[in-house]
């Protein structure tokens, strides 16, 4: 059976990605980083199974910016298929360490496809590209396809712009099975919780338990087209057992904003909110006045892609990928998932 190796596999899509091939018999191997506490908790249930751990999943220490340790971890697995996963991730933080992000999310890539190369795996080993839509930043056209200009806006956006067209610059130079997934936003119960769709649901759960007030965001305007994480991770997959690598955009078609996000996962907690006021004096109440959500400035970034909307034809045609989980399911299922979250916490303070 095939072996894959996993950047990123503490992640949120790392964590699918993995369960995933393990049921398909994949031996996986998974880099983590070093950290003062634990950061495995999204696989700790594959590293509880004693038929699982050190058969078939193993973990390496390493780190995207340490090249002599992805060329050991290269030779001393030989993986069927690559899937370079980890980045920082965060687009407000990439404007605060605009350099570090640089070095994982772009000259990461880099070292891994040059590391391929040095190895003399290019024949074996398929290379998979965490893209995204964030490479499309300012609104070129609507909605965004493989063949869109790209307009980035932030350091995260330009440096996964450079990973994108390395991947294609090793791929058209030394012949590498290497393909970008330009995914759009995807989400989950796992997805971090600084990210909106998991902060809102967080803390719906939170405010009907009664263990937290208001919750503050920044643009409640901007527009996102938001999937389900584990239908997104199978289409990286996918995407490696074609025969020629490709670019494929992964998307819904479809797009909401932060605030309807906001909405529909208050309602499934219980609390119907009403938004009034503009910009920074914008406020979500509940059904008996008091403010719930309210705007922070703090929450602005120094430029914001208002809008993003992906048409997956190209992955339907080719891959048969179709987008299954609807966006109220979606927030549905994160919503529940949170309400439990918090019920547990609330029996833990008590
Ligand atoms: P997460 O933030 O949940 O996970 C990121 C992973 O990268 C973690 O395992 C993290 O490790 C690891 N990582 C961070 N820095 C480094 C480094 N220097 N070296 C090695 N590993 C590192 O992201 P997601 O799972 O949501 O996303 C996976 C990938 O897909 C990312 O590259 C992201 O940019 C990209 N993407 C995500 C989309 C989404 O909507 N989720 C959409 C499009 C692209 P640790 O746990 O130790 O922090
Ligand atoms: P994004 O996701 O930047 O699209 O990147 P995020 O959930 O952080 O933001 C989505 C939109 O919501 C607005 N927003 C807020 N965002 C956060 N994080 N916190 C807030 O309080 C808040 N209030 C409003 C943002 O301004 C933005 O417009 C994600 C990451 O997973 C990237 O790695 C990935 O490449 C892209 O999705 C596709």
């Given at each position: 059976m095939p072996t894959a190796l996993i950047t990123g596999i503490t992640g949120q899509d790392g964590s699918y990605l993995t369960e995933q091939l393990l049921a398909k018999g994949y031996t996986v191997h998974g880099m983590i980083r070093r950290a003062s506490n634990f950061n495995t908790q999204r696989i700790e249930h594959l590293l509880n199974d004693p038929a699982i751990h050190r058969e078939r999943l193993f973990l390496h220490h390493g780190d995207l910016i340490d090249s002599s340790n992805l060329n050991r971890l290269l030779e001393k697995i030989a993986p069927n298929e690559v899937y370079n996963l980890g980045a920082q991730s965060h687009v407000k933080v990439s404007f605060e360490v605009p350099e570090y992000t640089a070095e994982v999310d772009g000259v990461g890539t880099l070292r891994f496809l040059d590391a391929i190369k040095e190895t003399g795996l290019e024949k074996r080993a398929r290379f998979?590209?965490?893209?995204?839509s964030e490479l499309y930043g300012l609104v070129q056209e609507v909605p965004q396809t493989e063949k869109t200009p790209f307009y980035p806006r932030s350091p995260y956006g330009v440096a996964k712009l450079y990973a994108y067209w390395i991947v294609v610059n090793y791929r058209e130079s030394y012949g590498l099975h290497a393909s970008n997934g330009i995914l759009f936003n995807h989400e989950s119960p796992r997805r971090g919780e600084t990210f909106v769709t998991r902060k809102i649901t967080r803390a719906a759960g939170r405010i009907s338990?009664?263990?937290q007030d208001v919750l503050e965001l920044g643009n409640l305007d901007s527009q996102r087209d938001w999937g389900f994480a584990p239908e997104?991770?199978?289409m990286m997959w996918q995407i490696l057992q074609q025969p020629e690598?490709?670019?494929y955009v992964c998307a819904t078609?479809?797009?909401?904003?932060?605030?309807?996000f906001c909405e529909h996962a208050f309602s499934a907690v219980g609390i119907d909110l009403t938004f009034e006021g503009e910009g920074v004096d914008e406020v979500g109440r509940d059904k008996d006045g008091v403010v719930r959500v309210k705007v922070s400035p703090s929450y602005f970034r120094p430029a914001e892609v208002e809008l993003l909307i992906g048409d997956p034809a190209k992955a339907r045609q080719i891959l048969?990928?179709?987008?299954?989980?609807?966006?109220k399911e979606l927030v549905q299922i994160m919503a529940k998932s949170d309400l439990k979250l918090a019920q547990r916490e609330k029996l833990l303070g008590e």
């Open positions: 998979y590209q965490a893209s995204t338990e009664g263990l997104y991770t199978e690598p490709g670019d078609n479809e797009m909401h904003t932060v605030r309807e048969g990928w179709e987008p299954k989980v609807t966006f």
